[in-house]
Structure formats: structure tokens, C-alpha cells
């Protein structure tokens, strides 16, 4: 009789109790693959616990070389998410392992993310509700001017994958002009979506919104520094909810207290969760909030089904929809369909 399916969710635990997982189960019963939850957040818990797993689920625990390398049942990875910076994925390579990730379940959800901190940032929404609420009518009054426009001015967008070129189409709903830097698409692409592709450096110079939609990788890394930020016009916002530190958080910090750049909105940071002495926290022209963009109900019933149905594919001897590492020799053959 053939051994049952382990299906691991490493860091599952919300406090001291596993999620519910519901969406997971039901698909995973399709095969009778067990489901077990815990709460691992380092190296060493992974090795200790999952290593018996045949699929490894994640939201973001450190899934390293060395881990991999103690796993040898394990045929997949499945990312949470789009990204997946957390995943060594020439570890996982080497090691035979299939890494997935689910980048078509939040498109919607990011753009329309972006579209609002665009917004609140434009119109200084945080602030004035702030104010109103404290009874200061006559001080967000005051504080009105100065404010840009949003229709007539220029969205520079970094990163032109599905969420950028989605982001475009709705921008053009709001009459802003779009301008995209992204080294790996092809201009007809980004015309089709609205986009005129530029370079990085004139679409700073350009730009009254700058969003960030890039990966995470080696080469994204503080792709936005202080010699990039200082190309921005004082009056403009950057917007970030792909990864922190695609920006520098540093540098971001100095040019918003030097008054350098007119503000920021931000989904996301280099350390999360943000530490509570963050100078971004205390300035009034910075919007934060919790690496949300991604989330709706709907969005991430979707994504936690999504995760479970590329598990039951790899382990029922079929290829994923969304592999990152395609040059990959799996553990066992998959049938590509």
C-alpha cells in the first residue's frame, strides 16, 4: 500500500493556533494527502519539523539551501504569493525541487491597492481625516495647499509585469499619463497596456507618482537609492507594494526629511514588521499599512485554493501551472499537459 501524502503548511500558525486551511484541505482530499500546520519561522524548526514532507506550503518562511537539502521526499515548494524571495531557488534547483508560485491571484487587489495610496496621497486624505477627527477644522483647511492634481499628471510605473500593466489601464480611468521602466518587456506589450516604456532614469525625472511593481531579486535590490530618488521631483510620491527593499529605506527616509520628495505610500518595508522607532512612522506626509495590498476575502480564498490544487498536480505526477525554476529536474517525472 502506498504511503500517504505529507503536505506541510510550515508557518500556518496564527499565535498559537493553526489557520483553519479549509480551502487547502478540500483540495488535498482530491488525493488523500495529509495536511499537517506548524508554526516553523527558522531554518533550524524547518529541518527539525517538515522533514518528512512530500510538498512544502509557505507564506514566507526561510526556505533555504541547507533546508532543501535536508528534505529528501519533499518534489515542491508552493509559494504563497507572487513572490518568492524567501525560496533559494538554485537551492531548490540543485536539490530537484519544484517551486511554485501564484502570481495571477491578486492582480486586481495590488493595482487597485496602488490606485488608493495614489489617491490619499494626492489629496492628503490621512492627514485631513486626522485632523477633522481631532476637531481641527480650521488647521486641514490650512493644510490643503500645496496639492497636486491626479488627472492631467504622470504615473511612472517600475516594473511592467501583470499587476504594472493592470495598474496602467485603471490609471487612464483617473486621466493620468503612464510611463513604465521594465528592461524585460517588450514595448508593444506596454503600449497595449497604456504604456510608454522609458528609462529608469526619465521616468523619475517625469513623474509625479512613481509605483513600484518589481520582484524582489538580486539585481532589484535598492534599485530605488539616493541617487535615484534624487532624480524625483520635490513635488512627487513614490508608492510602493511589491517588496521593501527594492527601495532604500535609508535613503527614502533622508530624502522625505530633507523635503526632497513631496511623500510616500507604503504596503511594504525592509523589516516587517515595521520596527515601532521608524522615522517613516511618525511623518504625516508617509502613508503605511501592513503589507495589505494582496488582500481581499475573495482574493485570498482564491490564492489558499490555488496553493493546494499545484501541490495535488506535483504530487499526482502532473507539472504545476506556475514553476519558477524551469530549468528544474523533478524528483519524480511530471507529465506536462
Given at each position: 500500500m502506498a504511503r500517504r501524502h505529507k503536505v506541510i503548511l510550515v508557518d500556518g500558525m496564527e499565535g498559537d493556533a493553526p489557520m483553519p486551511a479549509m480551502e487547502e484541505r478540500e483540495e488535498l482530499?482530491?488525493?488523500?494527502?495529509?495536511?499537517?500546520?506548524?508554526?516553523?519561522?527558522?531554518?533550524?524548526?524547518?529541518?527539525?519539523?517538515?522533514?518528512?514532507?512530500?510538498?512544502?506550503?509557505?507564506?514566507?518562511?526561510?526556505?533555504?539551501?541547507?533546508?532543501?537539502?535536508?528534505?529528501?521526499?519533499?518534489?515542491?515548494?508552493?509559494?504563497?504569493?507572487?513572490?518568492?524571495?524567501?525560496v533559494d531557488i538554485q537551492g531548490a534547483t540543485d536539490n530537484n525541487v519544484v517551486v511554485i508560485n501564484v502570481p495571477d491571484f491578486c492582480w486586481e487587489e495590488v493595482a487597485n491597492h496602488a490606485i488608493a495610496l495614489l489617491l490619499c496621497c494626492a489629496k492628503k486624505i490621512v492627514q485631513l481625516d486626522d485632523l477633522v477627527r481631532r476637531g481641527k477644522w480650521g488647521e486641514a483647511k490650512a493644510i490643503q495647499a500645496p496639492m497636486g492634481a491626479v488627472y492631467g499628471q504622470t504615473l511612472g510605473i517600475v516594473g511592467c509585469g501583470n499587476i504594472g500593466r493592470t495598474l496602467a489601464r485603471k490609471a487612464a480611468a483617473f486621466g493620468l499619463e503612464v510611463i513604465g521602466y521594465d528592461p524585460y518587456l517588450d514595448a508593444s506589450v506596454a503600449a497595449a497596456a497604456g504604456i510608454r516604456l522609458v528609462s529608469l532614469e526619465e521616468l523619475l525625472k517625469s513623474s509625479d507618482y512613481v509605483s513600484v511593481h518589481t520582484n524582489l531579486t538580486p539585481e532589484t535590490r535598492h534599485l530605488i537609492g539616493e541617487k535615484e530618488l534624487a532624480l524625483m521631483k520635490p513635488s512627487a510620491f513614490i508608492l510602493n507594494t511589491s517588496r521593501g527593499p527594492v527601495i532604500d529605506e535609508a535613503a527614502l527616509i533622508?530624502?522625505?526629511?530633507?523635503?526632497?520628495?513631496?511623500?510616500?505610500?507604503?504596503?511594504?518595508?525592509?523589516?516587517?514588521?515595521?520596527?515601532?522607532?521608524?522615522?517613516?512612522?511618525?511623518?504625516?506626509?508617509?502613508?503605511?499599512?501592513?503589507?495589505?495590498?494582496?488582500?481581499?476575502?475573495?482574493?485570498?480564498?482564491?490564492?489558499?485554493?490555488?496553493?493546494?490544487?499545484?501541490?495535488?498536480?506535483?504530487?499526482?505526477g502532473r507539472w504545476p501551472k506556475h514553476v519558477v525554476n524551469r530549468k528544474v529536474t523533478p524528483k519524480k517525472a511530471l507529465k506536462k499537459e
Open positions: 482530499a482530491a488525493i488523500d494527502a495529509e495536511l499537517v500546520i506548524l508554526g516553523c519561522r527558522t531554518e533550524e524548526e524547518l529541518i527539525a519539523q517538515a522533514k518528512d514532507a512530500d510538498a512544502i506550503l509557505t507564506w514566507g518562511a526561510p526556505v533555504t539551501r541547507r533546508v532543501l537539502e535536508c528534505l529528501p521526499d519533499c518534489q515542491c515548494v508552493v509559494r504563497y504569493g507572487v513572490g518568492y524571495d524567501t533622508k530624502a522625505l526629511q530633507d523635503g526632497r520628495i513631496a511623500g510616500a505610500g507604503l504596503d511594504v518595508f525592509e523589516q516587517e514588521p515595521v520596527a515601532a522607532d521608524n522615522p517613516l512612522l511618525t511623518m504625516p506626509n508617509v502613508i503605511v499599512v501592513p503589507h495589505s495590498a494582496s488582500y481581499s476575502d475573495a482574493a485570498f480564498a482564491r490564492l489558499r485554493r490555488s496553493v493546494a490544487q499545484e501541490a495535488v498536480r506535483v504530487l499526482s
